[in-house]
């Protein structure tokens, strides 16, 4: 960071390659599908690179980047949640997809699978925003609570109370495959 805040690009560009899967993954695990997952990790670099002057090594670097992919993604939800848009009628010309049939299993295990790692990405991205940060960054991310609580600015038992709430309705959820 300090060859990036002396404004040497090839310092950055090694930053980039270096953490681009740990914010593109946080991102996209926190967003699910969307689209705005490359425009997030872009912004959360620029915003490295724009701070980078002023980056004091108070904790982990990582700590400090996921910090900026936390407030940035926050941001997103809050903006996508103002401007959501769901038409409960189909478009002319278009037709429903195809009722699945939710009570007969499957007859490879391979959907049944897919089905499940569906399922499991449907209840974490209904999670609050914080609970699914928690536990993006514990499950996936695998940092610790003390490095979550930096990034989430709460206490260590304040994450593992978050972290708690989050895997109760987790397992609320995914009910019927955990029979």
Do not use: C
């Not at 090839?10 to 953490?19: N, Q």
């Not at 980078?52 to 940035?72: D, E, G, S």
């Not at 009628?89 to 299993?105: F, H, L, N």
């Not at 895997?167 to 029979?179: A, G, M």
Request: aromatic share 6%; glycine share 2%.
């Amino acid at each position: 960071m300090r060859l990036v805040g002396r404004g040497d690009t090839s310092a950055f560009e090694a930053l980039i390659e270096r953490h681009q899967a740990l914010v593109a993954g946080t991102v996209a695990r926190m967003l699910g599908s969307n689209s705005d997952v490359e425009d997030i990790a872009q912004q959360v670099f620029i915003r490295v690179w724009k701070s980078a002057r002023r980056y004091v090594p108070r904790a982990k670097f990582t700590t400090w980047l996921l910090k900026i992919t936390r407030n940035l993604v926050f941001n997103e939800l809050r903006r996508s949640k103002r401007h959501v848009h769901v038409s409960l009628q189909s478009e002319p010309g278009v037709e429903d997809p195809p009722v699945r049939d939710e009570i007969t299993p499957p007859p490879d295990a391979s959907l049944l699978e897919s089905e499940l790692r569906q399922a499991i990405e449907e209840a974490i991205i209904q999670l609050p925003d914080s609970q699914r940060m928690a536990l993006v960054l514990r499950r996936y991310e695998q940092l610790s609570y003390e490095e979550i609580a930096d990034v989430l600015d709460l206490s260590v038992p304040a994450v593992k109370s978050v972290l708690f709430r989050a895997r109760t309705q987790l397992r609320s959820r995914l009910s019927k495959y955990l029979t």
